[in-house]
Nanobody, 125 residues
Framework: VQLQASGGGLVQAGGSLRLSCAAS???????MGWFRQAPGKEREFVAS????????YYTDSVKGRFTISRDNAWNTVYLQMNSLKSEDTAAYYC????????????????????WGQGTLVTVSS
């Protein structure tokens, strides 16, 4: 499945953005996730959601501020980002991994999975 992320931009600290990730095919049997990579740093996991959308997992730094969701009918995954901080500045990537597990976990796509291209989020302080 091919993934296309969008929705990045420039926002002031404390503001909000919603990222979208549109898939070229059906995603109902995939766990979906968001990752980010800040300049000079390694790519890190941000959030994941299981195939049915009833389990979510977040890295500690975004808990209570970010919400991941999915719409399997539209083959799209979202990341709602509120209370943004300057340290959230990064290129954000969506990812997919075949999985019918009921519990969302942090994952890295395997060879059967997919990465989307990044969308840049810049938070000004």
């Amino acid at each position: 499945v091919q993934l296309q992320a969008s929705g990045g931009g420039l926002v002031q600290a404390g503001g909000s953005l919603r990222l979208s990730c549109a898939a070229s095919g059906r995603i109902f049997s995939y766990a979906m996730g968001w990752f980010r990579q800040a300049p000079g740093k390694e790519r890190e996991f941000v959030a994941s959601i299981n195939w049915s959308g009833d389990s979510r997992y977040y890295t500690d730094s975004v808990k209570g501020r970010f919400t991941i969701s999915r719409d399997n009918a539209w083959n799209t995954v979202y990341l709602q980002m509120n209370s943004l901080k300057s340290e959230d500045t990064a290129a954000y990537y969506c990812a997919a991994e075949p999985s019918l597990d009921s519990t969302a976990v942090a994952f890295t796509p395997s060879r059967r999975g997919s990465w989307g291209q990044g969308t840049l989020v810049t938070v000004s302080s």
